[in-house]
């Protein structure tokens, strides 16, 4: 149990389709990060949030839309993804002011067709 | 800009070998550094860090000295189990909320019992 839950685990869609990503963290952190995994590529910082204010956007394009309702919530939104944008999801949350993700979320596997 | 290089993987060892993963870095500023591990199936979790100079972290047995006179934060252990296989990934931190937050690409590690 790692404190940040996310789901799905698994994710197969087309690209005309929209779903969304949800993460959840009960661990009375208020900052959360989205981060996108893929093969032989570094981890990518794609979106932060503190206090539930974006203060980080790493130019994702816009098919991907990030959503922070509250501090323990946060969702990705997706639309007309690519199949460049297969890859792992990985969300994070720390404290504010600790400068790095704590906690990270077991991930959300995403596979366009 | 800053960057993290880690040794080329998959490291394999027998149970009770030392571990060695290397990391160095640039940085503009003064880094904090970080190691995560990620286990078979899960997301990242933050093994240990350091903040300053010749800080030393540790955690689960695995130790790592902030050296900056060699841009380095090595990762040692002195006996691997069969259960520390898992990708290894050193990180820096330049600024707070995960700004200029940069993963290293990762070393995957097998240890044989």
């Known amino acids: 149990e790692t404190g940040v839950t996310q789901t799905p685990r698994h994710l197969v869609m087309g690209m005309t389709n929209k779903k969304s990503l949800k993460c959840e963290q009960h661990l009375g952190h208020n900052a959360m990060y989205w981060y996108k995994q893929s093969a032989k590529k570094p981890l990518e910082l794609m979106f932060v949030y503190s206090l539930e204010e974006r203060v980080e956007n790493n130019s994702v394009p816009s098919r991907f839309s990030p959503e922070c309702p509250n501090s323990s919530h946060l969702f990705l939104h997706l639309h007309t993804l690519q199949p460049e944008d297969s890859a792992l999801y990985l969300c994070a949350s720390s404290r504010t002011g600790e400068g790095q993700p704590q906690h990270f979320g077991d991930g959300t596997r995403l596979s366009i067709l | 800009g800053d960057s993290v290089t880690q040794m080329e993987g998959p490291v394999t060892l027998s149970e009770e070998a030392f571990l060695t993963i290397n990391c160095t870095y640039t940085?503009?500023?003064?880094?904090?550094l970080f190691w995560y591990v990620q286990y078979p199936g899960e997301g990242l979790q933050l093994l240990l860090k350091a903040t300053k100079a010749d800080d030393k972290g540790s955690n689960k047995g695995f130790e790592a000295t902030y050296r900056k006179e060699t841009t380095s934060f090595h990762l040692e252990k002195g006996s691997v189990q069969v259960s520390d296989s898992a990708v290894y990934f050193c990180?820096?931190?330049?600024?707070?909320?995960?700004?200029?937050?940069?993963f290293g690409p990762g070393t995957r590690l097998s240890v044989l019992p």
């Open positions: 990180a820096l931190s330049d600024l707070g909320y995960g700004q200029n937050f940069v």
């Open positions: 940085a503009t500023g003064y880094p904090s």
